[in-house]
C-alpha cells in the first residue's frame, strides 16, 4: 500500500526491521517498555545487524524518564557492541516525524554521511570518547566526525587517527584501545 510516497508493509514482509526506507535504509525501533522489561531486545538488535549487510541500519531508542537509568547500558550496547547508529528519540511521535523527514526531508542527502554526522551525535557518546586520555571536546568533535562509529574509531590506526588529532594524541588514543583490550581479555 502507498501512502504519499511511503509503502506500507505489514510485520511479515519487513523481517526483523520496523521500517525499511528509500535508499537502502533500515530502521529498528526500540521502545521504553522493551529496554525496562529486560534485555530481550538485545537479541532483536543482534538479528537486526545479521540480516541487513545491504542496508544502513539505524536504530532508535525510546529515551524517557522512565528508561533514562538503562539507555547508557542500550548504546554502549548498539553502539560499541555492535556498531550499529543510535538515535535517541523521546517517543512514536518523534520517531515518526524523524522517519518522515528521512523520507519527505527538503536535502535527499544521505542521513548517513560524515559530514552530518556529528550533528546527531548523542551527548553520552560526546562524553564517553572525552574520557579517553588527551581528547577534549574539540577533538573528540573531530574524531566523531572523521569516524562514523566508534568500533571504527577503535579499530583505527595511530597513521589514520594522526591526520585528525596530531601523532603524540594518536600514539595515545590507539593505546588507551588496545590496552584495555588487551586487560579485557
Not at 525496562?36 to 531508542?61: D, I, P, T
Not at 590506526?157 to 585528525?164: F, I, M, Y
Not at 603524540?168 to 581479555?185: K, P, R, V
Request: proline share 3%; net charge neutral; charged share 20%.
Amino acid at each position: 500500500m502507498d501512502r504519499g510516497g511511503v509503502k506500507v508493509a505489514f510485520e511479515n514482509e519487513l523481517g526483523v526491521a520496523d521500517f525499511l526506507l528509500p535508499k537502502k535504509c533500515c530502521i529498528l525501533y526500540v521502545s521504553e517498555s522493551d529496554i525496562v522489561a529486560g534485555n530481550g531486545y538485545k537479541r532483536k538488535l543482534v538479528r537486526f545487524r545479521n540480516s541487513n549487510r545491504s542496508f544502513q541500519e539505524l536504530v532508535l531508542v525510546e529515551s524517557t524518564r522512565h528508561s533514562e537509568q538503562y539507555f547508557s547500558a542500550v548504546q554502549k550496547f548498539v553502539v560499541f557492541d555492535l556498531g550499529l547508529t543510535l538515535l535517541s528519540v523521546s517517543g512514536q511521535t518523534e520517531a515518526s516525524q524523524l522517519i518522515g523527514h528521512i523520507v519527505h526531508g527538503e536535502s535527499r542527502d544521505d542521513l548517513f554521511r560524515r559530514r552530518n554526522s556529528f550533528q546527531l551525535l548523542d551527548p553520552l557518546v560526546l562524553a564517553l570518547v572525552q574520557q579517553i586520555p588527551g581528547v577534549g571536546r574539540v577533538r573528540a568533535l573531530a574524531l566523531l566526525q572523521r569516524f562514523s562509529s566508534i568500533q571504527q574509531l577503535c579499530n583505527s590506526a595511530p597513521a589514520e587517527l594522526e591526520p585528525v588529532v596530531g601523532q603524540a594524541a594518536a600514539q595515545q588514543i590507539h593505546e588507551f584501545f588496545h590496552n584495555a583490550t588487551a586487560a579485557g581479555t
